[in-house]
Each structure stands twice: as C-alpha cells, then as structure tokens.
C-alpha cells in the first residue's frame, strides 16, 4: 500500500497578488462558477479514476489540499460535494488531513464553520504580513487587524489546525522585522507557520518591475540574516524548523506538502494543477508523469465536460482531456527530485528508502563522491541511511542539491 | 600516353580573400566542360566545408582542364589552386613552382590588396608570367581603368590587354582561357630525363594513405614504379597515380610538365613534406629541385579537454589531424587549471582557428584554448638560452638576463582617410614605423617593424574594425629583438590560474593585468566566500578584483509545479558545473577562458 496525496486547485480570486505565479484570476464574486467548477472536477475525477482503475486499490490517500486561487472564495457546498465524491471514489485512511487555503478577507467564522461540517479540518491562511504598509505592498485586500480577526475566527470556528503564512525579506525591513509578526501568531495558538522570503518570479507584475530594475528590493545579506533570525526565533518558541520555509510545533506538520518534499504521488484536480503519478508496474524501477492541467477555467471546464478514459496522462491524450501538457520522470529524475526536496527538510533525504521504494540506484559512485567531498566542506551531514544538510547551511541548499544531482 | 608538353599549361590563380577566384574557376570548369551545370556546386575547388564558409582555400587543389583552342589544338590546362593566406606561405611559395603562369584576379570594385601582392612578387619571383584578369565588371561600383591603373603602378604588370571580366556572370572567362594558351609558356623539362617531381601538396587519405600532388619536372613516373622522397629518404611503391578532372581519374603515367596525384600506401604525410622532391629509388636524380624548406609553427597555444575524459579523444584528433597537416605540432602539456592537453603549435593566427574549429566541429570535442604566444629567445643569468612557447614555463625573473622576442614586417594597404587610426594602433602595439607610401590616389601601404606578439591577440580584428574592413595586412617574421618583457600571472584566491600567464612588455602590464583580471570577475561563480582575483608581476600585486560572497542560495517555496521547475534549474546548474574546472577551492567557467582570450589588448 502506497501513500499518495489530493489537490485540488480553485483559480480565482478578488485580487491577484504582483509576486504571485500562480494559476489564478481575478473575478468579482457574484460571478465565480461554484456549480459549474465542482461539476467539471467531479467529471475530472471519473475521468482520471477510471484510467487509473486497478493502481488506484493499490493507493491510500493520506491527504487533500485545496489551494489556488482563493479556495475561501468556492461555496462551501460545491466544495463539500467535490470532498464527498473523492471520499467516495478513493481509499482514504482514518481522519485525513483536509486543508483548505484561505485569505483572510473570505474567511468568516461562519465559513469557518460551514468547511468544518464539510470535513475541512485545517486551514493555510495567507496572513503575509501584519503591518498595513507592507499589506498594501504586497497588494493585499485585507490590513494586519483583519489578518488576526480571520485568525481568530477560524479558531473560534473549532479550527485545531490553522497555519498562517508569512512573507518576510521585504525591501525596507530589519532582519528582525517579521519576528513579532511570527510571535503574534504564535500568541494566538497556531500551530503552523510558513515564512516565505520574497520570490520575484517572472511573469508577475512585481517581475516585470524588476526587469526594468524599478523594483526595490531586500539586500541579499538581510533576507540571510532575517531567515537565521527567524529559525532561532521560532526555534525557540518551541516551534520546529522542519523545512526550509516551513515551521510547526512537532505533531503539527503539514501531512500535504512533506508528502510532496518525500517525493508521494498527488493526484491533481482541477484547473492549472500539477498532479503527480508513478506508472511502473509491479517490481520495475520507478517512472512517472507530472501533469499540468488547462489554465484557463472556461477551456478546462469545457474539457473536463468530455474528459474521456483512458486519458490524461500521456502526452498523445491531451486535447481529448483536461491535461494540458505532460512530463515523463524516469528513475534517475525522481531520485534527483527526492534529493533535491528531502535536503530541505530537517528529517533529509533517506537514501536506502528511496532506493527501495524506487529501484533505482541513488548511491552511485559518482554521487557518492560528490556526497563525500560535501560532506568535508561540511555542506552534508550523513546519519545513517540518511543525507541531511545542517541547518547552518540550509541557506546553500539549492547548491548543495545540483552537486547530487 | 604522354601528352607534348607543348600543348600543357600550368597556371594558377592568385587573388585576394572574395575577390572571386573560386567563382572563376568554376566557370573554367564548366567552359571546358569537366563538370556540367548540374554537377557543379558553388565553388567546385574549395572542397572542405570550412573552405567553403570562410570562402578561403586552406588546402591546394588541381584540376586538369581539356580545352580546345581558337588555333583548334586541345590543351591540357592544369589549374593549381593556392591557398590563399600569408599562415600558408610556404604552400603558396611550393604550388606557384609547380606552375608557369598565374592569372591575378583583382576585384575591380575593390582594388589590390596586400595579401594580393605578396602572393604576386611570389610569382614573379619564381618566373611565372603574370596575366591580370579584372573581376566583378558586373558589378555598379566597378572601376576598370582604375584598377588597371593601380595594377600598373603598384605591380609594375602592362594591363593594356587585361581582360574584363565577370565570375558571376561567365562574361569575359573564354579570353582569359585564350591568354593562358597564348601567355603561358609551356613547360620545360626533360621527358627522358631521371624523374623529379615536385610536390606542393599532401594530404591523408583514410583508405589510400597519404596522397601526394606532384608537377612533373623532368622524366617520368609509371604505375608501379618505387620512387623516393629525397628530403625525408623514404621508398614507396606507387599504387595508384592519376589526375584530378575535378574527380579523380587514374592513370598509367605521369610524365614531365603533368600535374597529378601520387598514392603508394604512405604511412603520413611527414613522409611527404610539400616542397620535397619525388624521384625513381632505382635511378635517383642526383640534385633534389630546389626550394625545401621544414616549416616551423610560429604561434603556441595550449588546447585543453573541457573534460578531463576526453583528453585520449583530442590526443587521436590531433593525431589525424597532423596526419594530413605537417605544419602542426604538438606535444602533451599540463595545467594545474586546466588538467592535461597539448602545447600545440601553428603556421599563424588562421591556422590555429582552423585546427581548433575542426577539433570542435568534425571530433565534437569541447575544448579550452589558451592565449596564443609566440616563440621567445630567453636568455639565462648562466647564458643558457632557452626558446619558451608557453608564458607558464618561463623561468622566475631573477634567473633571466634578457628576453627576446620575434618582431614582424608588417605591411598594410589601407585608404588614405583611415591611415590615422592605422598609424595610431600600429605605435600602441609598439610598432616602428619604416615606411609610409602612396600607391595611388586612394591607396596607402604602410610598412612597420612591430612585435609579433602584439598582433597575434586580435590587432587584425581591430584593423579591420578602425578601418571599416578596408585595410588588408600581411607580415613576415624578420628577427628577433630583446626588449622590456614581463610574465603578469593571474591568482585566484591567491592560486596561480597558470593558463592565464601571458608575457608582455613591461609598461603594458598593469593595463593588461588590470584587464584580465575585470573580465574573470564578470565570469568567477559567487562563493560563500569572497574571492580574490589578483593579477601579479613575480610577487608583486599589480591589480586586484573581488567577487562578493553568495549569502544565499535557496529556492523560499518547493511545492507540486515548483518541483519541475526547480530540478531543470539545478540539472543546468549540474550540467554547467561539468564545464568547470577547479583552482584551488573555487571553480571557474569554461567561459571565462574563452572570453579572456578575447580581451582587447
């Protein structure tokens, strides 16, 4: 029995972000599809369940994510007909792990409450910052004192499990400056926190601004500072550093995404998703296919409508479904992707499990070497059968990841 | 059969870079009908694709023409084609022996160039009745009267009779054929007399071994025969002989006054020297024909394997290639950046470009090639003299007297109005001025005595560009001189990059090294420490540059569509690593030796 993982992606929102690359557009909410988009991923769901058919017995769902966009936006009936449907279809273990990211500005107590009876039972709210300046640089609909009124309505909804994001190494900001934010937080009971440094990704208003160097950004030694400020700080509340970007007090980890850092399947719905699948047979080395779903809602909506089996894996398929375009991973690819994620965990990367799991040598010679040289400039930590990269050196870890590679 | 040596003539065609030669011989080869229309690819004679491109002939090819003329007897035309750059003198010097006659094709839209001239007191020096042919009449901007003018006052050559013609268009080409047989003299040389035969070009057939392109001078050589190669004292039998009409066709004999080829299972063309003289190993001649000479390479430079796995691959590359090339050398050379290679060495600038480009192109090697240097004279405190190719291996400074280096005559034709910027970047490479001359109204030759070192970095590409392409050079080596000669070396972190040393005089080096040391910055990965580039004289720092340290190196979010993303980024980031080589603890990219190379001088 093999874990694997559901997200589901919902790509609209009342605002759309300068630094945000996602699938996502905006919309004034009278007119968003609640209906319609549940009845296209539901259809999105026979469609893949009836290609995936046997291999799918073989899976035990561990989690869901709904992200986007701004899921908090999607009716919680049509979300809750989209949640029973893939109780139905899919083996899930006892008390599954349901997150459902939220923005602040959509989420009442009321809608807390309302995903709660739909099963919901934890929620990623994109708090970013509590400071109004940087809210309103961040182009954010709500201030610092709706960030924390959301926060608290969630709890008071019966949310256990609520996890706040935080984007810190803005421009002007103190090393420091996203500490108080973090313990403000903390004060409230979270008990999850992901503190993000500024990305500028192509593509994005904040991007194009930046090529034309008109994009005032955080020096590189202060976002170094303010990420080992961070880790310290939060350490010492009690909160674990367990990846790169991610904090939580131990237990509380996010099930969902060290699914995807320990290289787990995802099944991916709905428009503009990545989803993941391993398509070896029985005793093969590992291969699999990422996928990337239609980006625009109205085409994917219509595909999904005549989404046929036996499609939406393999490149020859798309056009006849929801699948926009395909990835082959052969084996050494995915033990290049595990490496790569595993080292930005505080756990690592498991060497002699991925091997087992995958079939697929990952200690060859050469890697070895380069294992062996990292670890006498003490950019690699081997413990056992795992490698792992200190947390003194997290901040080269991208670097690190290329010498495995 | 032999033909009457009344009826043969050798010629071959002199003419500048694009001036048209190849065009015109192609219409010679259509005139006389030895390739028709069809079979006849642009530019029949250059045969390499690397000839084809850069529109020069790096090897001599023959063809023999069959053409019956006006008077109505068939001519046997052997048109030897020269290599066309002053890298390949000696070739030239060898292929204008084996002819008569040369016909100067001068573009009438452009003028004489001085590449053109060398070429033509070449011939003229060796007898060779010179007929001028201008070219390109169909073109607006062409001026006729005065080219030929020009032709009369710079060469000293009567174009009274000078045909005007068109390569392009075919206008003009059967009267320059009527004035090879009415012009050219036909060979002398004694049929019954012991053979010698000249050869002016070799190269390495895979299958036959090497083939050698001989004139004939006096006797004659059958099929069969085992003849000697005076020079290099070496026997073979000849298995295959015959000529080029273009394609090859064999033959029984060759006899005095032909021109063909040469096959005899010959192990390398070292064999077969260009200039050597072929003759019976049963009844030899007694004096070889005159003329031998062992080339030297006059330009160093090391090429290095960008992957130290590939270094048995470039050593069987250089192997063919020196095969077919008896004017490369080289031998294995080490650097502590750079890992194993060769210290090769070359003819000139040309040739060095052409060798690396076939290494690249037909071995599909990735290589790294250093500075090109010259041949300097040291001469020890103990009076020992030493001749260094390569800056790395000169001895430390307190242990040299003096040093030496090759100085050039330098000649370039250029229009008046650029004479200035000429005359500027002439003196900035050390240059002495000897001589300044008006041709004509529009044509200038300037003539300098200048350090050979200074003009094997990039002084053509600068020439070229100052003088919006209209200058043309050409130079020879004249002796040695010594002078004010340092060796700035290049530290990282205070380790020696030793492929980066490079000599040179002694009030240019802090510009020099200053410069060097700018361009690796630009190209010296961050650390996660900071990183000095320093250039230095011996011990002393001359210029120094710092990479800032790397304080970050991490992605912030890695979730579903990040994960594709990111692991082609770091698959680049492996792949470019790959093309890294290691000094001391930092790694610096293969481009940074390829654009050093490149750094203004």
Redesign the interface.
């Known amino acids: 029995m093999r874990d694997a993982t559901v997200?589901l992606h919902f790509p609209w929102c009342l605002e759309k972000c300068p630094y945000c690359d996602f699938v996502s557009y905006k919309v004034d909410r009278p007119a968003i599809a609640h209906e319609a988009y549940a009845d296209a991923v539901l259809a999105e769901l026979e469609a893949r369940v009836s290609t995936l058919g046997d291999s799918l017995a073989s899976r035990r769902f561990i989690s869901i994510f709904v992200g986007g966009g701004t899921p908090s936006l999607w009716a919680s009936e049509s979300l809750g007909r989209v949640l029973e449907a893939l109780r139905s279809r899919l083996h899930f273990i006892d008390d599954p792990e349901v997150t459902v990211e939220c923005n602040p500005s959509s989420l009442s107590e009321g809608h807390a409450r309302d995903l709660r009876a739909i099963g919901v039972n934890r929620l990623s709210v994109g708090v970013q910052s509590l400071d109004d300046e940087d809210l309103k640089y961040l182009g954010r609909l709500h201030d610092g004192a709706g960030a924390m009124n959301a926060l608290r309505a969630a709890q008071t909804a019966g949310f256990k499990r609520v996890s706040g994001d935080l984007i810190y190494a803005l421009p002007v900001h103190s090393a420091e400056a996203s500490l108080p934010m973090a313990g403000q937080l903390l004060d409230l009971g979270l008990t999850h926190v992901s503190a993000?440094?500024?990305?500028i990704e192509p593509g994005t208003r904040f991007g194009e601004l930046a090529k034309r160097g008109r994009l005032p950004m955080a020096d590189?030694?202060t976002?170094?500072e303010a990420?080992l400020a961070l880790d310290s700080y939060m350490e010492g509340r009690g909160l674990r550093h367990y990846e790169?970007?991610n904090f939580a007090v131990p237990g509380q980890e996010s099930v969902h995404?060290t699914g995807?850092?320990r290289g787990l399947e995802?099944l991916?719905l709905g428009c503009g998703?990545?989803?993941?699948w391993r398509m070896e047979g029985p005793g093969e080395p590992a291969w699999g296919v990422?996928y990337?779903n239609e980006k625009l809602p109205e085409s994917y909506m219509q595909l999904a409508r005549t989404m046929r089996d036996g499609t939406g894996f393999t490149a020859e398929t798309t056009g006849h479904s929801t699948t926009a375009s395909t990835?082959r991973l052969d084996g050494e690819?995915l033990v290049?992707?595990r490496i790569?994620?595993g080292l930005?965990m505080a756990d690592g990367f498991h060497v002699e499990a991925s091997e087992a799991d995958l079939l697929v040598p990952v200690r060859t010679p050469e890697r070895q070497r380069s294992a062996d040289k990292l670890e006498q400039r003490g950019r690699l930590c081997a413990e056992g059968e795992r490698w792992l990269v200190p947390k003194s050196r997290?901040?080269?870890?991208?670097?690190t990841?290329?010498?495995l590679? | 059969m032999s033909v009457d040596p009344s009826r043969i003539r050798n010629f071959s065609i002199i003419a500048h870079i694009d001036h048209g030669k190849s065009t015109l011989a192609d219409r010679f080869l259509e005139l006389t009908g030895a390739v028709s229309n069809r079979e006849s690819r642009e530019q029949f004679l250059d045969k390499m694709d690397l000839e084809r491109e850069r529109g020069i002939t790096i090897k001599a090819q023959t063809v023999r023409l069959d053409y019956r003329a006006k008077d109505g007897e068939l001519y046997q035309l052997n048109l030897i084609d020269t290599p066309g750059h002053v890298d390949f003198n000696y070739e030239v010097s060898r292929s204008l022996s084996a002819c008569e006659g040369a016909i100067l094709v001068v573009d009438s839209t452009q003028g004489v160039e001085a590449q053109t001239l060398a070429n033509v007191y070449l011939a003229i020096e060796q007898g060779l009745e010179v007929i001028p042919v201008l070219n390109k009449v169909d073109l607006p901007s062409s001026d006729v009267d005065g080219t030929k003018q020009q032709i009369e006052e710079i060469i000293g050559l009567d174009c009274s009779e000078a045909v005007s013609c068109s390569g392009k268009t075919g206008v003009g080409v059967p009267a320059i054929l009527e004035q090879i047989v009415a012009l050219v003299p036909p060979p002398k040389g004694d049929p019954e007399g012991l053979l010698r035969a000249i050869i002016f070009d070799s190269w390495y057939d895979p299958y036959r071994g090497a083939m050698v392109l001989v004139r004939v001078v006096d006797g004659k050589v059958r099929r069969g025969d085992k003849v000697r190669f005076m020079a290099t004292q070496t026997d073979y039998e000849v298995t295959e002989l015959g000529t080029f009409r273009p394609f090859a066709q064999a033959l029984d004999e060759l006899s005095a006054g032909e021109v063909g080829f040469i096959s005899g299972n010959i192990r390398s063309v070292h064999d077969t020297k260009v200039g050597d003289t072929v003759t019976l190993a049963a009844k030899p001649a007694t004096t070889p024909l005159p003329g031998f000479k062992d080339v030297k390479p006059m330009v160093f430079a090391g090429i290095f394997p960008t992957e130290s796995s590939e270094y048995p691959a470039l050593r069987d590359a250089l192997d063919k290639l020196h095969m077919n090339d008896a004017a490369l050398s080289f031998e294995p050379d080490s650097s502590e950046a750079l890992g194993f290679g060769y210290r090769c060495g070359f003819l000139g600038l040309l040739h060095m470009e052409i060798i690396q480009e076939r290494l690249e192109r037909e071995f599909d090697l990735d290589l790294i090639t250093t500075a090109p240097s010259v041949v300097y004279d040291v001469y020890t405190t103990s009076d020992e003299r030493l001749r260094v190719e390569n800056p790395a291996k000169l001895p430390p400074p307190q242990n040299i007297e003096r040093i030496e280096e090759p100085i050039v005559k330098l000649s370039i034709h250029v229009p008046p109005e650029h004479v200035g910027a000429v005359l500027s970047l002439c003196q900035e490479r050390r240059g002495v001025q000897i001589d300044m001359k008006f041709l004509s109204n529009n044509r200038v030759i300037v003539l300098y005595e200048i350090p050979f070192n200074e003009i094997i970095f990039d002084f053509h590409d600068r020439l070229k560009s100052i003088t919006r392409g209209y200058a043309s050079m050409d130079y020879e080596v004249i002796g040695y001189r010594p002078n004010f000669l340092v060796k700035v070396d290049i530290l990282v972190n205070g380790d020696s990059l030793d492929a980066l040393s490079i000599i040179v005089h002694r009030d240019k080096a802090q510009v020099r090294g200053r410069s060097l040391a700018e361009k690796l910055r630009e190209f010296v990965p961050r650390q996660?420490y900071e990183v000095a580039i320093q250039a230095a004289i011996g011990g002393k720092i001359i210029a120094r540059e710092t990479v800032r340290a790397?304080?970050?190196?991490?992605?912030?979010?890695?979730?579903?569509?990040d994960?594709?993303r990111?692991?082609k980024l770091?698959?680049k980031?492996?792949e470019g690593?790959k093309r890294m080589k290691q000094v001391g603890s930092v790694e610096i990219p293969q481009e940074a030796f390829l654009a050093i190379l490149k750094v203004d001088g």
């Open positions: 997200y993000y440094q500024l990305t590189e030694g976002s170094a990420f790169v970007s995404n995807y850092w995802y991916a998703a990545y989803g993941f990422r990337l990835e690819t290049k992707e790569m994620l930005r997290w901040l080269f870890v991208d670097g990841a290329a010498e590679f | 996660q790397m304080r970050k190196d991490v992605t912030a979010k890695c979730y579903g569509g994960i594709s990111k692991r770091l698959e980031q492996k690593k």
